[in-house]
């Protein structure tokens, strides 16, 4: 079977913030793709402000570097694919695996395989493809890497890996140094024999293999991303598998349903370092970008006109929470700013969008005609989703995140997660409690003798809704905790993760400095003085269970005799202020969160406080 030979197809997978991107830029500095005078960013490949300010990949992107080898020779042109860390982008990452022929499996030296680690190694072992290990981040002095090179070779025996996938190569790399050697260093140092990524180039050379073709085959090329271009119209990306796509050539495009039409392909281009070039041709073997086509969808098939052959659809696992999206319905709606969009058929044209470019999100209808129900890997996705619709000028009324549910021989099961978290020895007992109501089980517990403990649970999805906050303040800031979904199991029971009850206002007005001073001691307060709000509008959280209905918008009454204590200053404890997904975590099962470009609100689903009353009532009756 004839070979490509001047071509490499590799992904770089790993858990969140190990180092994937940085890797990514050290190859691209090396392999010369940038000229001396350009000046260069960190992170290049996280081009999405979100992408910046979270400091985590959320879409994969490919890039391709021109390698020279040392021994002389033509030019190696190597695609990279820098796929997502966490597995809430789940869908990212089989899209990127789907268009390469090998994957580079980065570790770090320190906190060794994580649950994403098993989720993206899990997702590369099913698809066949050949690992290189990257022992990533060997100068951290906590680095340990004898046992992380051992976790993972326990990691791929607990996968099935066969024996070719367990013979992997293991590169030792300083990622931000730009440094890699196959020989191992001491614990906590660079590698020492070697000053660049060259024994990293040449074992991709050497182990990811060259891309295959039949001679003579029909043309066949599978869409795996979408873009966008203000003049090209939407981009497909795509792999060539067999034959070669010619810029003006007209092809068979195989729709999901099976139809077929034939279309134009009015520009090729390729990628080079971070921009796409014009081509004339790509064969197989080649990630390339094709305009022309507005309707095309991921996983649909561009083939020959003659003998058209469809390739394999891309599937992705189910999704596992929900939460409704709808227009924004609160008496503030469109009294931000100008130019919002606030109805209902621009809020599911930009739904409708969003499914074109997101293979793992689902769109279902509700009884409302303004709010649809919104499936997603997990609290993440959704929550970045709602965050981008945000920035762009939309207003949501977006409700408590659920998990979804499957009926299995006739019982009801939930999603279920497997949960490692990493947390010194004195936060055992705190941590033990706080999973303990959430109807976690203890797998294992192991002791690294460093006075931190790492500990694996089995724990329901919508245990894990709002537990980020609470497992903060509880290990004080110092506990990591990652989690991965495991399966379905039969549902747990009732569970009660929030404690304490709302403070809700009980008018429509303005926040003042007085009301506040009185109301600090029924509890935390989330708004600041002269905010506006309205009656049913959360402004804090009760200190007791129940909820409140309070006056945060009392003034204080001026009369013309002088006061004794008339000048003594009130302190004001400064408010929680929370996030979008602070506010997910914080809501209850009828509360929702109204988002505007401007600010995020929880209110009541109900805001008439005597609805809310009658409601408790019959429950209470019942």
């Known amino acids: 079977m004839p070979t490509r030979n001047d071509i490499r197809n590799v992904a770089i997978v790993a858990h969140v913030d190990h180092g994937k991107t940085t890797l990514v830029d050290a190859m691209l ?36 570097v021109k390698y020279h080898p040392k021994g002389g020779g033509e030019p190696i042109t190597i695609n990279i694919i820098d796929t997502p860390g966490h597995a809430d982008f789940g869908g990212e990452v089989e899209r990127g695996l789907s268009m390469v022929d090998a994957v580079v499996l980065l570790v770090d030296a320190s906190e060794g395989p994580l649950p994403q680690t098993r989720f993206v190694l899990r997702k590369a072992l099913s698809a066949k493809l050949p690992v290189i290990l990257c022992i990533n981040k060997t100068d951290r002095p906590d680095s340990r890497i004898d046992e992380v090179v051992n976790e993972t070779y326990d990691l791929f025996l607990d996968l099935d890996a ?26 906590g140092t660079v590698p020492a024999d070697s000053d660049s990524l060259e024994p990293f180039f040449s074992t991709i050379l050497s182990a990811v293999p060259a891309p295959t073709y039949d001679e003579g085959a029909p043309l066949q090329a599978h869409v795996t991303n979408l873009d966008a271009d203000n003049f090209l119209g939407r981009i497909a990306l795509l792999r060539v598998e067999q034959g070669e796509l010619k810029k003006g050539q007209t092809v068979a495009w195989i729709k999901r349903d099976g139809s077929i039409s034939n279309v134009r392909i009015t520009e090729l281009l390729m990628t080079e370092a971070l921009t796409r070039k014009p081509a004339d041709k790509a064969g197989p073997g080649d990630i390339c970008a094709v305009a022309g086509i507005p309707e095309i969808m991921i996983g649909e098939t561009l083939a020959d006109t003659e003998n058209p052959i469809a390739l394999p659809l891309i599937t992705v696992d189910e999704p596992a929470i929900s939460m409704t999206i709808g227009t924004n319905t609160s008496p503030l709606v469109g009294k931000g700013g100008k130019g919002h969009k606030v109805t ?11 499914l074109i470019g997101n293979v793992s999100l689902r769109v279902l209808p509700t009884e409302r005609p303004d709010a649809w129900e919104v499936q997603g890997r997990g609290e ?18 977006v409700g408590k995140p659920e998990v979804v549910t499957k009926e299995i021989n006739g019982k009801l099961h939930e999603p279920i997660e497997r949960m490692t978290i990493d947390s010194p020895e004195e936060h055992l007992g705190a941590i033990t409690q706080l999973m303990a109501t959430r109807k976690g089980r203890m797998e294992t517990m192991t002791n690294h003798g460093s006075g931190w403990i790492r500990m694996e649970w089995i724990v329901p999805s919508r245990g894990l809704i709002g537990f980020r906050t609470e497992f903060l303040t509880q290990t004080r800031g110092t506990g990591i905790a990652h989690s991965i979904f495991e399966g379905h199991e039969p549902w747990f029971g009732e569970l ?39 009656e049913g509008m959360i402004v804090g959280e009760n200190s007791r269970s129940d909820d409140m209905d309070v006056n945060i918008t009392k003034e204080k009454k001026l009369t013309n005799m002088r006061s004794s204590n008339a000048d003594v200053a009130e302190s004001i404890v400064p408010p929680r202020k929370l996030s979008l997904e602070q506010s997910l975590e914080f809501c209850r099962d009828d509360e929702c969160i109204e988002v505007t470009p401007e600010t995020v609100r929880i209110r009541k689903v109900v805001l008439d406080a005597q ?12």
């Open 496 to 534: 009660r993760t929030r404690n304490n009850g709302s403070l809700v206002a009980d008018r429509a007005g303005v926040v003042t400095a007085f009301a506040m001073t009185n109301l600090q001691e029924r509890g935390v307060l989330f708004l600041e003085p002269t905010t506006e709000v309205y």
């Open 29 to 64: 500095k090396q392999a010369g793709a940038f000229a001396a005078h350009q000046h260069l960013d960190d992170r290049m490949m996280d081009s999405n402000d979100l992408e910046r300010e979270k400091g985590i990949t959320i879409l994969a992107k490919n890039t391709a």
């Open 380 to 397: 993440l996705a959704l929550a970045i989703l709602v965050e981008t619709m945000r920035r762009e000028g939309f207003e949501l009324t």
């Open 162 to 187: 066969d024996e070719d996938q367990i013979e992997f190569p293991i590169v030792y790399a300083c990622a931000r140094d730009g440094i890699a050697s196959l020989t191992k260093p001491e614990n």
């Open 611 to 622: 609805t809310r009353a009658r409601t408790r009532g019959r429950v209470a009756k019942a």
């Open 344 to 354: 209902a058929r621009l809020v599911k044209d930009r739904l409708d969008r969003e």
